[in-house]
């Protein structure tokens, strides 16, 4: 047994082990960083009957949707290509009925899942809302979309939003250890959140590094071990999107898969390619480099702008002094052991 | 031979093996994080030990002066906020926790805040701190009472344990099925609650104590198991690593205010005379 709290696994198996039909699958990702090996392995297992959960669902919702894999939408912002003759996989299946969509507001969508991250049943948000369509046309939730109560200190209608606690979660991150600390740095969006209010958490890292990294340097950490189910290493596993500090936004790819997706021939074609045809996300780098030049990959790779270390070191790590000292009362183990069996305090 | 142990240190491994492998537990300083310490070094490696400041997952190297001493450790795993270390615990997320107690009555409720009466106290203590939540939602609570007292009727209740016994706790439908205190350490012994009565019962006594003088410090008519485990002493290695890490949580209170004060005074005289 070389270590059994070790969560280290492969996509394929992390999300055959933890993502199910029917799931409540929550994109942990906002705009940036989407964990788009991590979507690609969903789609790869053709799972069923999703309702998903995305703040800005673009790439990883258009995926999705396009591979059939979700019935219901919970999203602030979708996207569309083309203008006129375009369109998008979300657009597609609203049109043909195969999916249902319930719009939020940035805010309020980040309100369910603070309010499911601290255990809370609603969060109170802005009350403007209450005059716009949002609050006024439901989809699936029906009732349960919004509520107004009277706040019992100003007496005044407040907006509510009933929390979420997704099934699962899958969020890209820079870096975790084997135990499954995960840390992020950058925009922040809802990313700790998203993760932190779902049942189970798929982490997927562009590194898996050592627990004494980080250990020193906790503030990075958005996500604690104990919550996390698996930790995956995937290199390159946000592109075409882009992790500050090891890629930037891969321009060219990802226009191409949005012009691909302006009609759903199109996206089936780009997908048959990227995602079914390459069963991973080596081999999707592979593919890439081959097609479009190594050059490219490198074209976008970070050059490093490190943060300033931060201190976390403390004036000493053991109670004895050099001298072999206790640092309190100033004698040496041997003396205390004297002292204690003089005044008759051992026992046994 | 065996080797010989403190009061102290029987009490603080006592209190670690409360902790299983794999636990998410929320410390206190004293007693606890030497507890903690001691089950994280030689039985509960993957422990996740947690202070309600906000320190996740810390290996203290020096006990704790408080608990939200980053200081008495090397790093850390996880930085979070107080705010979030309780919404963790109400969602269920922590599996044991420690607390220290004032007064008690049968059924664990305990007092924190006042003897006496509130408006014009005999002895205004701390207060409630964490502990209301704590006992609340961690799925375990095990408390320790040294120089506290047993009542009949608390002067105040600070923290809910089996409120009025029996299945009242659960009836309220405001605590996780489950939760409440799993056990009370004192000086003299240990103390479980009854699966249904949920009232108190003495489990175990440390050795050289009788149920007699258990009997003494305790206004009702103590129930006893009907076996009464003697406390297993700590082992040579358990010793050893308390003695190092915690030198002044082995010898007490007392003993520890008696040498550092000396100490003070060494030194103060040394540096007088150069």
């Known amino acids: ?348 | 031979m065996a080797k010989k142990y403190t009061l102290d240190e029987l009490l603080i491994i006592s209190a670690a093996r409360e902790i299983n492998d794999g636990d998410c537990v929320i410390l206190g300083v004293g007693l606890p994080t030497t507890a903690g310490a001691v089950a994280k070094a030689l039985f509960a490696p993957n422990a996740t030990l947690m202070m309600e400041s906000g320190i996740i997952d810390f290996e203290p190297l020096v006990p704790p002066n408080h608990i939200a001493d980053a200081n008495a450790c090397r790093g850390f795993s996880y930085a979070t906020d107080l705010f979030s270390m309780f919404t963790m615990t109400y969602r269920g997320f922590v599996d044991v926790c420690f607390l220290g107690v004032a007064q008690i009555d049968k059924f664990g409720n305990i007092n924190t805040t006042v003897i006496g009466d509130y408006d014009h106290p005999d002895m205004r203590l701390p207060g409630s701190g964490g502990a209301p939540e704590f006992l609340s939602y961690a799925k375990r609570t095990v408390l320790t009472m040294r120089g506290g007292e047993f009542v009949e009727t608390l002067d105040y209740l600070t923290s809910p344990g089996f409120l009025d016994g029996g299945d009242s706790r659960e009836k309220s439908g405001l605590f996780p099925k489950g939760s409440g205190p799993s056990m009370l350490l004192t000086t003299q012994g240990v103390f479980r609650f009854d699966e249904t009565t949920k009232e108190m019962y003495l489990a175990q006594l440390h050795p050289g104590i009788t149920v007699e003088m258990v009997r003494n410090n305790i206004p009702w008519d103590l129930k006893v198991a009907d076996s009464v485990l003697i406390t297993p002493a700590p082992s040579d290695q358990e010793i050893d690593f308390i003695r190092r890490f915690a030198p002044t949580e082995s010898v007490g209170r007392k003993l520890m205010y008696e040498l550092g004060i000396i100490n003070t005074l060494k030194k103060a005289a040394e540096r007088v005379k150069a």
């Open chain 1, 1 to 348: 047994m070389i270590n059994p709290k070790s969560k280290i696994m492969t996509a394929k198996e992390a999300i055959s082990r933890f993502v199910n039909d029917g799931d409540q699958l929550i994109i942990g990702n906002y705009t940036v960083s989407t964990c788009a090996e991590l979507v690609f392995e969903v789609a790869r297992q053709q799972k069923k009957a999703l309702t998903l959960y995305s703040q800005s669902g673009i790439f990883d919702v258009e995926i999705l949707v396009g591979a059939g894999c979700v019935d219901k939408l919970i999203s602030t912002y979708v996207y569309r290509a083309g203008g006129k003759e375009g369109g998008s996989a979300v657009e597609r299946s609203l049109k043909d009925g195969s999916l249902s969509m319930e719009d939020y507001t940035n805010f309020q969508y980040n309100a369910r899942l603070m309010a499911g991250m601290h255990g809370f049943s609603f969060m109170q948000v802005p009350e403007g809302s209450m005059v716009t369509d949002l609050f006024k046309r439901r989809s699936f939730m029906g009732e349960g979309k919004y509520k107004i109560i009277r706040c019992p200190y100003t007496d005044k209608e407040i907006l509510t939003v009933p929390s979420a606690n997704p099934d699962v979660c899958i969020v890209h991150v820079q870096r975790a250890d084997k135990y499954g600390n995960a840390q992020y740095w950058g925009a922040m969006g809802s990313v700790a959140a998203a993760a932190l209010s779902s049942k189970r958490i798929i982490v997927s890292c562009e590194e898996i590094v050592d627990h004494e990294i980080i250990k020193s340097s906790p503030h990075l950490t958005i996500i604690p071990a104990f919550r996390v189910d698996a930790v995956v290493e995937i290199p390159w596993g946000a592109h075409p999107s882009e992790v500050v500090g090891y890629y930037n936004l891969d321009k060219v790819a990802y226009a191409l898969f949005l012009m691909s997706d302006m009609t759903g021939d199109g996206l089936k074609a780009w997908m048959d390619q990227w995602v079914f045809g390459c069963p991973n996300r080596h081999a999707y780098i592979e593919k890439y480099m081959a097609e479009n030049g190594a050059r490219t990959i490198d074209a976008i790779r970070a050059k490093a702008y490190y943060s300033a270390p931060a201190n976390y070191g403390s004036a000493f790590d053991s109670c004895w002094d050099n001298q072999g000292r206790e640092r309190t009362m100033g004698v040496t183990m041997e003396e205390l052991n004297t002292i204690l069996e003089e005044r008759g305090l051992l026992r046994g």
